[in-house]
């Protein structure tokens, strides 16, 4: 199903547009949208690799995608729980792997911690159902950490080790959930999450631009990070996951590999994973079978029907260097029930013209991804933007997914 050559050249339009004011607009972005086949129907980089950077943004740089690594995890647990090497809800054998978090406290509204009734499962941490949260999306895990704070990007899981916003099992919080289920995997498999990645995942798949720890020639292209003003303008600013950036390959071993928030990767990279997911955990390039379908089709079924509100709870600009306030995630006319996947939200439907069973997700730093898996297609857009919730780089997405619906007749 290619596009027509003046749809692509429509696109490229578009995504030019949005980076048209280095110091207003977007400075950089890239662009990549994948059919079932693995073929990749559009890929455009424009403006600029930073807003303090005379290079141009090209379709080679690397970014930083954050929490755009839950869906790598996600596949990841979903490979251990193929073999039985995992178990969604056995919360004992989550217990037993990460004793850290046996005796978590529950913090309460007034601030007091009490103890947590239950255990927690891998079910729960992949659907952000088992308590924990984030301190810049949350004002009373935030106001509880001072005056030291956790500092979530730092590497240690001492700043991960965050007592639980509700019972676990009780509600929906977006937050280092699916950090812990990567440290199970790591725990039950005896490898870093990175080096279980790139043997299970990445190398099967073909993919060398993607990693916990970019390599020198990925982070020579690595993308500048950039911050918004209130005003609207940007300046630059410092990588937040900095750590890895800046190790000896003798220090790895000492960095926490975070599964909610560790990766690096260009938008192609990404972008076949998702593919594989279209292709239903078979890999379209390279023919490499990661999951079954019967486990895909799982991670794209609503696991939280009891909360069929959970992104409407907003979120708040607890940390507003980081974030912008969220009053909704993805917000769909007439407000159905929302639904999570296995690491993902599911949109159920939305005005672009996808699917209601599409998976998508986000990263910090205004990425965006999506994966329809019944109309055949998905894609990636990437920034390097702070605070999260960028309106421009919203606009682009929306614009660029309604663009592909309309040229793919749906």
């Known amino acids: 199903m290619p596009l027509s050559a003046e749809v692509i050249e429509n696109l490229k339009k578009t995504v030019d547009a949005a980076c048209a004011d280095l110091k207003s607009d977007i400075p950089g972005t890239s662009v990549v949208v994948v ?45 251990l ?22 005796d ?23 659907t952000h159902t088992a308590g924990f949260g984030y301190t810049f999306f949350n004002n009373e895990l935030r106001d509880f950490s001072h005056p030291i704070g956790f500092d979530e990007f730092s590497g240690h ?70 911050h918004r003003k209130h005003d609207g303008s940007l300046i ?21 590999n975070s599964a909610g928030a560790g990766a690096f990767s260009t938008p192609s990279d990404y972008a076949q994973i998702i593919a594989t997911l279209l292709n239903d955990g078979t890999s379209p390039a390279t023919g490499a079978k990661i999951l079954k379908k019967e486990t895909v089709d799982l991670m794209f079924t609503n696991q939280i029907e009891k909360f069929p509100d959970f ?19 993805y917000p769909v006319e007439g407000n159905p029930p929302q639904g999570w996947g296995l690491t993902f939200m599911l949109s159920n439907g939305g005005s672009t013209g996808r699917s209601k069973t599409t998976g998508f997700w986000a990263g ?22 702070l605070p999260f919730g960028d309106v421009k780089v919203l606009g682009l997405w929306f614009d660029i997914e309604t663009q592909i619906y309309q040229a793919l007749g749906n």
Request: with cysteine; glycine share 10%; net charge neutral.
């Open 35 to 79: 059919g079932k086949d693995g073929k990749e129907l559009f890929a455009h980089a424009a403006g600029q690799r930073g807003v303090t950077s005379s290079e141009p943004m090209t379709p080679d740089n690397v970014f930083w995608i954050a929490s755009c690594t839950k869906m790598i995890a996600g596949v990841a647990c979903m490979q």
């Open 81 to 102: 729980v193929e073999q039985g090497k995992l178990h969604l809800d056995d919360g004992d054998e989550i217990e037993r792997l990460i004793p850290e978090i046996k």
């Open 104 to 126: 978590l406290k529950v913090l309460q509204k007034d601030g007091s911690l009490v103890d947590k009734k239950r255990k927690i499962t891998l079910r729960m941490l992949l």
């Open 157 to 226: 899981i001492k700043d991960i080790l965050q007592p639980l916003t509700f019972q676990p099992g009780e509600g929906w919080q977006y937050g280092v959930n699916i950090d812990f289920a990567g440290l199970a995997l790591e725990r039950a498999t005896g490898l870093s999450l990175n080096d279980y990645c790139h043997k299970n995942i990445f190398e099967p798949l073909g993919l060398k631009n993607i990693s916990m720890f970019p390599t020198d020639a990925m982070k020579k292209k690595l993308a500048f990070m950039n």
């Open 236 to 256: 630059g600013r410092d990588h937040l996951l900095r750590k890895p950036l800046v190790v000896e390959a003798s220090e790895k071993k000492d960095v926490l």
């Open 311 to 329: 992104g409407r709870q907003g979120i708040p600009d607890a940390k507003p260097d980081l974030t912008n306030p969220l009053p909704e995630l």
């Open 364 to 385: 910090l730093p205004n990425c965006w991804w999506w994966c329809d898996r019944e109309k055949g297609v998905g894609g990636i857009v990437c920034s390097q933007i």
